[in-house]
Nanobody, 117 residues
Framework: QVQLVESGGGLVQPGGSLTLSCEAS????????ISWYRQAPGKQREFLAE???????NAAASVKGRFIATRDDAKGTMYLQMNSLKPEDTAVYYC???????????WGQGTQVTVSS
């Protein structure tokens, strides 16, 4: 199984940047596809960004150009780099890993991001 531990959330001012980390207990070969989601109070969980191998990335229209998903296989850690943060980016952020090895997806525990002055 794959355990994911997230970190890096916190309070940031509008226009600021933050990088979230998601450390996996498995080896890189078991971490096939990396995705990031968020969920604001009273809203559904929303897809943000994804990467397969670190060079091929994709992001939702709402965050494209501001958020990017990356991975460091040597460290077994995935990242969500967030720039130009807005108050509406306030939410709990989750990493997700799909593993071909286990044929299922795994979720991190979530980390709170609050954008406020």
């Amino acid at each position: 199984q794959v355990q994911l531990v997230e970190s890096g959330g916190g309070l940031v001012q509008p226009g600021g940047s933050l990088t979230l980390s998601c450390e996996a207990s498995a080896s890189a070969r078991d971490l096939t596809f990396i995705s990031w989601y968020r969920q604001a109070p009273g809203k559904q969980r929303e897809f943000l960004a994804e990467t397969l191998d670190g060079s091929r990335t994709n992001a939702a229209a709402s965050v494209k150009g501001r958020f990017i998903a990356t991975r460091d296989d040597a460290k077994g850690t995935m990242y969500l780099q967030m720039n130009s943060l807005k108050p509406e980016d306030t939410a709990v952020y989750y990493c997700q890993v799909y593993s071909l090895t286990y044929n299922r997806a795994f979720w991190g525990q979530g980390t709170q991001v609050t954008v406020s002055s």
